[in-house]
């Protein structure tokens, strides 16, 4: 059985940094891509990093230069530092692992960036 399992949320002000953890068990890690995505109330689920197979990174425009992804295929875990935190980060955060016809989600975490 799949689980996706994403942690590292909380409460922090403007500015400040949090890092975020994704843990996927029941699959082959390395062979899988690994999205984070973001939803806040009201608004679409928004696309955030893309950590390729081949170890690529690819960012939204949104988060370019103040999120840094990374992946440890030893460890079956992608990681989210998110510094430079704005008030429109704050949503809930998800990891979200696939490849061919196979999609996973984990329940999410809260992020909440307020002063």
């Known amino acids: 059985q799949v689980q996706v399992v994403e942690s590292g949320g909380g409460l922090v002000q403007p500015g400040g940094s949090l890092r975020l953890s994704c843990a996927a068990s029941?699959?082959?890690?390395?062979?899988?891509?690994i999205d984070w995505y973001r939803q806040a109330p009201g608004k679409r689920r928004e696309f955030i990093v893309s950590?390729?197979?081949?170890?690529?990174?690819n960012y939204a425009e949104s988060v370019k230069g103040r999120f840094t992804g990374s992946r440890d295929n030893a460890k079956n875990t992608v990681i989210l530092q998110m510094n430079s935190l704005k008030l429109e980060d704050a949503a809930v955060y998800y990891c979200?692992?696939?490849?061919?016809?196979?999609?996973?989600w984990g329940q999410g975490t809260q992020v909440t960036v307020s002063s």
């Open positions: 979200n692992v696939w490849r061919n016809n196979e999609d996973y």
């Open positions: 029941g699959i082959f890690f390395s062979e899988y891509v």
């Open positions: 950590n390729t197979v081949g170890g690529t990174l």
